[in-house]
């Protein structure tokens, strides 16, 4: 099994700050200028395949947020509407998900707002007037500043990726980068989705990206036994149709914590933390959990004796160090830097170069 150490952490909110550009620069100027005081247009509509950022952007205008796939009759915002003197910024996603009564409502959204000088920004797949909804609407949405964002390109989102990273200090590798972009789904809401899953099980941040198991029983099995054997946690992808068999090569890691995210993104997504020897159990207390794709991040192993004795940045400084340099210099260096017992660090530095040792060849291909 080959194996891609990942450094990651959880991807902070949405802004306009963090929004990947890459060839959507006048819908993000466009947006900047309708946000502005001194402008007189009511309405922005943003459309776009899946993962091109249209909820990224609603979410990072500080507007009151509606969602049309969660709230089709958007009762949330029929509320908010109907407040005396509503004003400001309001955001309706997926409005081509909305119901028949959805739509009167956000069509009398439409007219309050613009009466009251408020402003309404909207997304969906198309354009409205490509949309089936009822024609007032379309032709109010269409009425006003319309934007298609464009997906990035793989240079672009291997940029974006590596930014997340180094934006917290850790480092990307151009090996993990290449295996996301070829094995998991390519649209960037997905692709930090799921690095925002791996940041819930890592630990001090330090992991390997095993990617998907063998579908052979027996070469998945010696893969599982590997993973055992390393102290450190695993990124795992799976299929819905070999999620099962893999629970249950899993279950032999026995009370150790798996964080497993299904349909990351979509409108079912769920994540939930079991112990391993539980995840067959989990799958099979709903017939829809075993739909979907999967992210699964097996934790690291329980930290020993001398790891409690430790900060997590003392281990951490060891990891990176043990990474590229021979084992005394690493934990000498490591005492320098973090002021921690040598010994300690000497023993854990053991631990660790052993496990590694176990677990098989951890470089890229």
Not at 138 to 156: K, Q
Not at 240 to 254: F, K, M, N, Y
Not at 277 to 283: K, P, R, T, V, Y
Request: hydrophobic share 45%; glycine share 8%; proline share 4%.
């Amino acid at each position: 099994m080959r194996q891609l150490i990942l450094d990651v952490m959880p991807e902070s909110a949405p802004s306009l700050d963090n929004f990947v550009v890459g060839g959507n620069g006048e819908a993000l100027t466009g947006l900047a200028a309708w946000l502005s005081a001194g402008n007189r247009e009511s309405s922005l509509f943003f459309c776009g395949d899946v993962g091109v950022g249209k909820t990224h952007l609603l979410l990072a205008c500080s507007a009151r947020y509606s969602d049309g796939a969660a709230d089709p009759d958007l009762d949330g915002l029929g509320a908010a509407i109907e407040a005396p003197l509503a004003e400001g910024v309001f955001a309706v996603d997926h409005v081509d998900a909305l119901s028949a009564h959805g739509q009167i409502v956000l069509f009398n959204a439409f007219n309050r707002l613009r009466a009251a000088d408020g402003r309404l920004l909207t997304a969906a797949s198309a354009p409205p007037l490509q949309l089936t909804l009822r024609e007032d609407l379309r032709t109010r949405l269409g009425s006003g500043l319309i934007y298609r964002l464009n997906s990035l390109t793989d240079d672009e989102k291997m940029d974006a990726l590596t930014g997340h990273a180094r934006a917290r200090g850790l480092r990307l590798p151009s090996e993990v980068l290449a295996y996301l972009l070829a094995r998991a789904p390519r649209d960037m809401r997905s692709l930090t989705a799921l690095l925002s899953v791996a940041g819930l099980g890592g630990g001090s941040g330090r992991f390997v990206f095993a990617g998907f198991l063998s579908p052979k029983a027996a070469e998945r099995q010696r893969e599982v036994q590997a993973i055992a054997a390393d102290a450190r946690g695993c990124l795992l992808l799976e299929a819905p149709h070999r999620i099962e068999a893999l629970a249950s090569a899993l279950a032999t890691l026995g009370a150790r914590r798996v964080t497993v995210g299904r349909e990351l993104t979509k409108q079912f997504e769920e994540v939930a933390d079991v112990a391993a020897q539980d995840l067959s159990g989990w799958l099979q207390m709903n017939p829809h959990r075993t739909r979907g794709e999967f992210v699964l991040m097996v934790h690291p192993q329980a930290a020993t004796a001398d790891d409690d004795a430790l900060s997590t940045a003392a281990l951490r400084t060891l990891d990176l160090l043990l990474a590229e340099l021979p084992l005394k210099t690493a934990v000498r260096l490591s005492a320098d830097i973090s002021g921690e017992p040598r010994n300690a660090l000497y023993n854990a530095a053991l631990a660790r170069r052993s496990a590694s040792d176990k677990g098989g060849d951890s470089t890229a291909e």
